[in-house]
C-alpha cells in the first residue's frame, strides 16, 4: 500500500515568506507526527495529532509555527516568516494509534533552504 | 528528563566486519520502548525493532541483534558480517509515558553514520 507522502520534497524560499508542508499519512493511521530534521539540533519532535484531540504542540520553537490536520487525514505545516534556522529537513510520520509503542512510518521529507 | 545519546558520531569498517553502534538512555518512566531506525542516503527512516521496558531478551534477526540492558540503560546494536547496503544514519529513540503524556513521541538520538567499505 501507499506510504506516507510529503511535498513538496524541496522548498526554497526567502527569509521572510511563509511555507506549507503538507503530509499525506497512511490511509486508517489516526496518529500523525511532524519532526525536523537539521545538522545542529538533530532530529525533534515538533507536533502531535490523534483523531479529534487537541494536538500536542509542546515541540513547536515558535509561535511562526503552525500545523493542522484536516478531516483526520492531511496535514499542513506553515512556517510564517521563515528564518535562516528554518532550514530543515522536515518530517512526517503516521502511525495506527497513539501510544509509546506504535512503530511510526516516516514520509521522505521536505528539504527546506531558506535564503 | 529524557534523553538519547549517540556517543559515535560515525563508524567506519570494512565489509564483513561486525560492528556495535551505542546508544544510552535516560528516563524516569517506568514504563518506556526503545526504537532503532535507519535512514539510508535516500533519507527516509526506515523501522527495524521496537523493545519494551520489560523485557530484556535480546533479539536477533538475521544479522542485526540488539542487546537491552536496564542495569546500564544502553540498548545496543550489533551488525554481524556487514554489507555496504548497511552504510546509512542509523538512530535510536525512546518513547515513554512523559508523565500523563502518551502521545507516542519519540525522542532520538542524535544518529551514528555508518560507512561500510568493499
Known amino acids: 500500500g501507499a506510504g506516507v507522502s510529503q511535498s513538496p520534497s524541496n522548498k526554497v524560499t526567502e527569509k521572510g515568506k511563509d511555507v506549507e508542508l503538507r503530509c499525506d499519512p497512511i490511509?486508517?493511521?489516526?496518529?500523525l507526527y511532524w519532526y525536523r530534521q537539521s545538522l545542529g539540533q538533530g532530529l525533534e519532535f515538533l507536533i502531535y495529532?490523534?483523531?479529534?484531540?487537541?494536538?500536542?504542540k509542546s515541540g513547536l520553537p515558535s509561535d511562526r509555527f503552525s500545523a493542522e490536520r484536516t478531516g483526520g487525514s492531511v496535514s499542513t505545516l506553515t512556517i510564517q516568516r521563515t528564518q535562516q534556522e528554518d532550514s530543515a529537513v522536515y518530517l512526517c510520520?503516521?502511525?495506527?494509534?497513539?501510544?509509546?509503542?506504535?512503530?511510526?512510518?516516516f514520509g521522505p521529507g521536505t528539504r527546506l533552504t531558506v535564503l | 528528563a529524557q534523553k538519547v545519546t549517540q556517543a559515535q558520531t560515525e563508524i567506519s569498517v570494512v565489509e564483513k566486519e561486525d560492528v556495535t553502534l551505542d546508544c544510552v538512555y535516560e528516563t524516569r518512566d517506568t514504563t518506556y520502548y526503545l526504537f532503532w531506525y535507519k535512514q539510508p542516503p535516500s533519507g527516509e527512516l526506515v523501522f527495524l525493532i521496537r523493545?519494551?521496558?520489560?523485557?530484556?531478551q535480546n533479539e536477533i534477526s538475521g544479522r542485526y541483534s540488539w542487546n537491552f540492558q536496564k542495569s546500564t540503560s544502553s540498548f545496543n546494536f550489533t551488525i554481524t558480517a556487514s554489507q555496504v547496503v548497511d552504510s546509512a544514519v542509523y538512530f535510536c529513540?525512546?518513547?515513554?509515558?512523559?508523565?500523563?503524556?502518551?502521545?507516542?513521541?519519540?525522542?532520538f538520538g542524535q544518529g551514528t553514520t555508518l560507512q561500510v567499505k568493499p
Open positions: 523493545r519494551n521496558s520489560f523485557d530484556e
Open positions: 529513540a525512546l518513547s515513554g509515558t512523559h508523565g500523563s503524556s502518551n502521545t507516542g513521541k519519540l525522542i
Open positions: 510520520a503516521s502511525s495506527t494509534d497513539r501510544g509509546i509503542d506504535n512503530e511510526q512510518f
Open positions: 495529532f490523534q483523531g479529534n484531540s487537541a494536538p500536542d
Open positions: 490511509s486508517g493511521h489516526t496518529a
